[in-house]
């Protein structure tokens, strides 16, 4: 007789093989965390659509109130600065239910299966043309905290090239120079992607349809909010209510960009690398993609959930 099916075995959870340091981060911060086990961890390359979901889950936390000051209640863990300690002391202070930011592939991170995970992904081409607009804004003090603050591992990072194009190319050419590694970030989420506490989501299906994103969300958060409450928070996640309250979202008050917290919530829009980047660029760009990634991966990476 057959033996009758037994459980079904318990899903492989990541774990943290190796650090990364860099300009930016010290993946070891992680190790000294004190996680909760509702503490919600918000993933991404960068510039993928980091602060929108950072906005939008602290609207759901706070049930739409207005003033949540995001930037300073989110903080991104594994940047240098300002110390861990600060942030640890300052997290440890939070009595709500905490969302913290990471910039880290899977295995240069302590990924707990306690914990709910969000990671977010953007074409290539869009996260660099978000970033040259960073980088390019970024005033003496960025550079002073990003290069002169003790415990740099790696050389400083240095102002942008400011043909875009130019700058666009060395990024693919070196995958994410001057930041990091690209490809690796998005293919380690991708990989677990299937994870009970894991959501990927794309920039690009958040633009399609903002409160769809928003209820997806809340459903895997396991928040819930009555439908007043729910149109407030769609209304908070807008582009022209974070435009307008940019000085609670943008890291330090924007104090560290050129124009302040404005120029750093700057257009939220795709496809600004048309007019820019030759046919071969970006037939390049997208060989490279299925290359590193896989097809599914890649189609995905570019479209969302239309691929």
């Not at 910039?103 to 040259?132: C, E, M, T």
């Not at 970030?185 to 920039?203: A, G, K, Q, Y």
Request: hydrophobic share 40%; proline share 7%.
């Amino acid at each position: 007789m057959p033996h009758p099916q037994g459980p079904a075995a318990a899903p492989a959870f990541p774990r943290k093989t190796r650090d990364m340091h860099n300009h930016h981060m010290d993946s070891t911060v992680w190790d000294r965390f004190a996680f909760r086990d509702d503490d919600i961890i918000i993933g991404t390359y960068g510039k993928s659509g980091t602060t929108w979901t950072q906005q939008i889950v602290g609207q759901l936390v706070f049930a739409g109130a207005e003033g949540v000051k995001v930037a300073e209640l989110s903080p991104w863990l594994d940047l240098r600065v300002p110390p861990a300690d600060v942030k640890f002391k300052a997290l440890a202070a939070q009595k709500h239910r905490r969302f913290i930011k990471t910039h880290l592939p899977v295995d240069a991170f302590v990924y707990r299966p306690q914990n709910k995970h969000i990671y977010v992904a953007r074409d290539g081409r869009d996260v660099v043309w978000s970033l040259y607009n960073h980088h390019v804004k970024a005033n003496d003090a960025w550079y002073e905290a990003m290069n002169d603050t003790p415990g740099l591992v790696g050389p400083p990072i240095d102002r942008p090239d400011p043909d875009i194009r130019a700058y666009f190319l060395n990024w693919l050419d070196n995958d994410g120079a001057p930041f990091w590694p690209f490809w690796e970030n998005i293919r380690s989420w991708w990989e677990i992607r299937d994870l009970p506490n894991m959501l990927l989501i794309h920039f690009n299906d958040m633009k399609r349809d903002m409160p769809g994103a928003i209820a997806t969300i809340a459903d895997f958060l396991e928040i819930d909010l009555d439908d007043e409450t729910f149109e407030t928070v769609c209304e908070h996640c807008s582009f022209d209510y974070m435009k307008r309250n940019a000085d609670t979202v943008a890291p330090l008050g924007g104090a560290i960009f050129e124009g302040g917290a404005k120029s750093f919530i700057n257009k939220g829009t795709n496809g600004r690398w048309r007019d820019v980047l030759t046919a071969e660029d970006c037939a390049r760009y997208e060989a490279h993609a299925v290359k590193e990634l896989g097809e599914e991966c890649a189609a995905w990476l570019k479209d969302g959930s239309a691929a």
